[in-house]
């Protein structure tokens, strides 16, 4: 079992998307672009300009997504990717995507989040009790549904591995690939 999911849809974050897909596939993964649509997603470039307060966003490069939320069988993947951005805050209702999200939970299988990626397991109810780092706007929605923030790079919770924005890829995306590689051999 090599395929992961990463979920996207549009304003997802690509430096979020991008470093870990390219991870996946120079680990020997199959990266399989999850969305709402099997369609092409405009993800954005995030990025808190000198003497601002808030986000500035641009756009960023398209993505294919290979599969839609209500085709997947969670049983075929290994592990999931919750990127960030906007896209979370819009697609975290979807019910597939929150089946999805619960197996991964509920199986102890690998997980990693980043940033806006936080509120997707938040909202599925998954995050009670579990240790989570994200952008601190969001650090809210981690704890109203009973997560604790952690405002570290790298937050490993047993299965889960998460991080803050994407300046901390190098921090949590090679602990996030070595529960794969452990997974994997499993299979």
């Known amino acids: 079992m090599n395929k992961v999911l990463i979920i996207v849809g ?3 974050e690509t430096v979020d998307t991008l470093y870990p897909y390219y991870r996946l596939i120079e680990g020997g993964y199959e ?3 999850a969305a709402p649509e099997k369609r092409l997603y ?14 500035k966003e641009w756009e960023g490069y398209t993505i294919q997504a290979d599969i839609a939320f209500k085709d997947i069988n969670p049983e075929e993947y ?8 906007r896209a979370p805050e819009y697609i975290r209702d979807d019910e597939d995507l929150i089946r999805i999200t619960q197996h991964f939970f509920e199986k102890n299988k690998p997980i990693a989040s980043v940033c806006h990626g936080v ?5 599925a109810g998954c995050v ?8 601190p706007k969001c650090q809210f929605d981690l704890e109203v549904c009973g997560g604790t923030f952690v405002n570290e790079a790298c937050v490993i919770d047993g299965n889960l591995v998460s991080g803050r924005t994407y300046h901390d890829h190098g921090q949590y995306i090679g602990p996030w ?11």
Not at 43 to 55: C, D, S
Not at 119 to 123: C, K, L, S, V, Y
Not at 177 to 187: G, S, T
């Open 78 to 85: 290994l592990s999931i990717f919750f990127s960030g951005g």
């Open 42 to 55: 405009q993800m954005v470039l995030h990025e808190v300009k000198p003497g601002w307060t808030i986000t």
């Open 177 to 187: 690939m070595k529960l794969l590689d452990e997974a994997r051999n499993q299979y």
């Open 31 to 33: 990266p399989v672009v």
């Open 128 to 135: 009670k009790g579990r240790r989570m780092a994200t952008v």
């Open 10 to 12: 549009d304003a997802t």
């Open 119 to 123: 509120e997707i397991p938040a909202r």
